[in-house]
Nanobody, 127 residues
Framework: QVQLVESGGGLVQAGGSLRLSCVAS????????MGWFRQAPGKEREFVAA????????YYADSVKGRFTISRDNAKNTVYLRMNTLKPEDTAVYYC????????????WGQGTYDYWGQGTQVTVSS
């Protein structure tokens, strides 16, 4: 069992930056692939970024590629999402997720790939 707690959300002006953190409790954190998803009001939850535990390969949604960076610190049981050049359309609740499944080109974006979810942290980008 893994419990995930996100933090670092808040209100930021367009063009600004934020770093989200997700702390995991439980064993063997380093053997979980980690992902970030987001859900804007009135929209479905969507994939943002993922990091495969086997080789640290990363995946990004096209909408955030070049602006967001996912990383992890296994010693701290923490995964991060660095968000730069934020836009109003990045406004959403951001969720951290963990997966024991091997990530591949075929499944990294799917919510069903991930076994554990955090409660989310709100990010609001003002124009």
């Amino acid at each position: 069992q893994v419990q995930l707690v996100e933090s670092g959300g808040g209100l930021v002006q367009a063009g600004g930056s934020l770093r989200l953190s997700c702390v995991a409790s439980g064993r063997a954190f380093s053997t979980y692939s980690m992902g970030w998803f987001r859900q804007a009001p009135g929209k479905e939850r969507e994939f943002v970024a993922a990091l495969r535990w086997t080789d640290s390969n990363t995946y990004y949604a096209d909408s955030v590629k070049g602006r967001f960076t996912i990383s992890r610190d296994n010693a701290k049981n923490t995964v991060y999402l660095r968000m730069n050049t934020l836009k109003p359309e990045d406004t959403a609740v951001y969720y951290c997720a963990a997966s024991k499944r091997p990530l591949s080109e075929w499944n990294y974006w799917g919510q069903g790939t991930y076994d554990y979810w955090g409660q989310g942290t709100q990010v609001t980008v003002s124009s």
